[in-house]
Nanobody, 118 residues
Framework: QVQLVESGGGLVQPGGSLRLSCVASGSIFSIYVMGWYRQAPGKQRELVATITSLGTTNYADSVKGRFTISRDNAKNTVYLQMNSLKPEDTAVYFC????????????WGQGTQVTVSS
């Protein structure tokens, strides 16, 4: 009943930048938390960043100072600005949304590929 669609992935050189977007649609009243996770080949999915409806953010230590998460509540959209990209940032990035913060209505996007390579 809720769909998340990511966009903005691609191939960039080390030190480059990308901006990911995720739009939620469907049966939505409100979204307490939205965020980004990523999964590299052969590794488990890991948290990148989250943001609540009031703007409280949380970042993985590996991306602090390089990535910025933001959201537009009116558009049900979350963004991830990624700067100073490193090869180790290469992964499929997944959008996540939890409607009430309790896990009763949580959803994942299909993912978008980010490749950092020279």
């Amino acid at each position: 009943q809720v769909q998340l669609v990511e966009s903005g992935g691609g191939l960039v050189q080390p030190g480059g930048s990308l901006r990911l977007s995720c739009v939620a649609s469907g049966s939505i009243f409100s979204i307490y938390v939205m965020g980004w996770y990523r999964q590299a080949p052969g590794k488990q999915r890991e948290l990148v960043a989250t943001i609540t409806s009031l703007g409280t953010t949380n970042y993985a230590d590996s991306v602090k100072g390089r990535f910025t998460i933001s959201r537009d509540n009116a558009k049900n959209t979350v963004y991830l600005q990624m700067n100073s990209l490193k090869p180790e940032d290469t992964a499929v990035y997944f959008c996540y949304a939890d409607m009430d913060g309790l896990g009763y209505r949580s959803y994942w996007g299909q993912g978008t590929q980010v490749t950092v390579s020279s």
